[in-house]
């Protein structure tokens, strides 16, 4: 894991030391405090512009579940799971994410 966030993240720490800041590793099997849990809870409702919700069918970490329920807070939000994906879904379907953003970006456009 240590090999792959430096991968991932060893440019962007070169070149924006605020970087180093993000790119920490968090155990697989992590979980958010309830504060946090709490005040997204509480503020996710606020959000009151178009919103596609994203994730893989086998996402552990922003998981379908976690997934459907800031759907069912987002007033007029759109949910897309990705059957049989996990959480890398911009590097490992780039061209179906790409579609689904441009969709989405489209069908505002024209509201």
Known sequence: MAARCSRLFGRAR???????RHAHTIP???????DVVEATELR???IDRPTLVVTGEK?????PRMARLM????RGS???????????ILTEVPDLVADLLVRFL?????R
């Open 78 to 88: 759109q949910l897309t799971i990705i059957p049989e994906q996990k959480h890398s």
């Open 28 to 34: 697989h099997d992590a979980k958010p405090s309830e």
């Open 44 to 46: 996710i409702g606020e």
């Open 106 to 110: 489209r069908d505002e456009g024209e």
């Open 14 to 20: 070169e070149t924006r030391p605020t970087a180093r």
């Open 59 to 63: 996402d552990v970490g922003s998981n």
């Open 71 to 74: 759907h069912e807070r987002i």
